[in-house]
């Protein structure tokens, strides 16, 4: 795979795949046409794809010409109706593997009178193994650094047993981040002020292994940083972590973890007159704008370094009991009757504020609350 985010991979790139005469591996492929017209060329195709989403993903390159598995020039695609083409590209694997592949992208990268690059991102997948069902072929298909095989009976028994063991894999790295903060096993602390913590783990974490070049420069900030960031490097990351107001008690502060997740967290209590506040009122906006910042920044923070989704983010509340939702200077919840509470998780393609709103209306509903249709409307656009 490229190591650029995806859309950021440019002719540049390209060019020096052919002056390092990069060769083909499990994670990267080269061809030099793209032929899609017989049904013998669209099986390939499709078994190209989801070969790579069952093992650890990768790109495809269409218009790297690579006669013995080592890119030596930019051949380009010309005179197609690129738009076209990618759309019956997702109409082929909609239709022709199962379950659906999710994730994938695609994009024509332009190489001046060469034409353009179609380059594919299939990510690896969460649900495989995926099926192949186009033409009554039926198989499964992994990879190897050499291509695509067919996937034998012990393959396929493990690939299933990994696949229903995911969830609770993944939940239990925020659960073990939860833990961390109400244990102390961290270098600061969030105090007695309720708070959420959020995990933003790509679905493709336990596919692949990586040790990130993670430093305070390039990992993640967290949210609402008031004036200078301590930073501390750990075993797992670096933590970075806004200036305690008391011994070790701080607002907000957020993991980037060199094996490729995120874990964050802030406070939730209003801030307003400290001297004249004595209820238990919680703003909304509080919650909802560090769930903005987590996810979206955490996303763009990582692939950087060339992680990429499907992303799953889990979200704990803690402290709230008898907490109530300030929505309003004349709209309140009632109290909250639970002290800790794990949000349904939520798996997203693409971060935006709009995919991120099932959390914001779970975060009501703690509170016994729907969450107002018309609530900061021009924000959920974004």
Request: glycine letters at 8%; aromatic letters at 8%; a negative charge.
């Amino acid at each position: 795979m490229i190591p650029r985010p995806f859309e950021d991979v440019s002719e540049s790139d390209l060019e020096s795949l052919v002056s390092n005469e990069v060769a083909e591996q499990r994670t990267l492929e080269f061809k030099r046409d793209l032929n899609i017209e017989k049904d013998s060329d669209r099986l390939k195709f499709v078994q190209n794809i989801s070969s790579f989403a069952n093992a650890q993903g990768g790109d495809i390159l269409y218009g790297i010409d690579a006669p013995k598995g080592v890119a030596i020039g930019i051949s380009g695609i010309q005179d197609v109706d690129r738009d076209d083409v990618i759309l019956n590209l997702e109409d082929l694997l909609i239709s022709g593997v199962q379950p659906r592949i999710t994730g994938l992208r695609s994009r024509w990268i332009a190489c001046g009178n060469r034409g353009h690059v179609l380059l594919i991102r299939v990510p690896a997948s969460a649900i495989a193994p995926h099926r192949v069902i186009y033409k009554g072929d039926n198989s499964f298909y992994g990879r190897k650094s050499n291509g695509k095989y067919p996937m034998d009976t012990a393959e396929l028994r493990e690939a299933f047993t990994a696949s229903e063991a995911l969830p609770t894999r993944l939940r239990a790295l925020h659960l073990e981040a939860v833990d961390a903060v109400h244990r102390d096993h961290l270098p600061i602390s969030v105090g007695d002020n309720p708070h959420a913590i959020l995990s933003l783990i790509p679905t493709t974490y336990f596919r692949e292994l990586r040790d990130l070049p993670i430093t305070r420069e390039t990992a993640l900030a967290p949210f609402k940083p008031e004036g200078y960031l301590e930073a501390v490097p750990m075993i797992e990351g670096i933590l970075l972590h806004n200036i305690p107001d008391t011994p070790r008690a701080i607002n907000s502060f957020a993991i980037t973890h060199r094996q490729g997740r995120v874990d964050t967290g802030w406070t939730l209590r209003r801030m307003s007159d400290p001297l004249n506040d004595t209820g238990k009122f919680i703003a909304p906006d509080t919650f909802e704008n560090g769930v903005s910042d987590g996810a979206i920044s955490g996303t763009t923070r990582l692939q950087v370094h060339g992680v990429d989704g499907p992303w799953l983010v889990l979200i704990t509340l803690s402290g709230i009991r008898d907490y109530q939702l300030e929505a309003s200077g004349t709209i309140y919840s009632p109290p909250a009757w639970r002290d800790e509470l794990t949000l349904p998780p939520l798996m997203i393609e693409t971060m935006n504020r709009a995919t991120l709103l099932p959390i914001m209306r779970s975060f009501w509903l703690a509170f016994g609350v729907e969450r107002p249709e018309h609530w900061r409307s021009a924000l959920d656009e974004r």
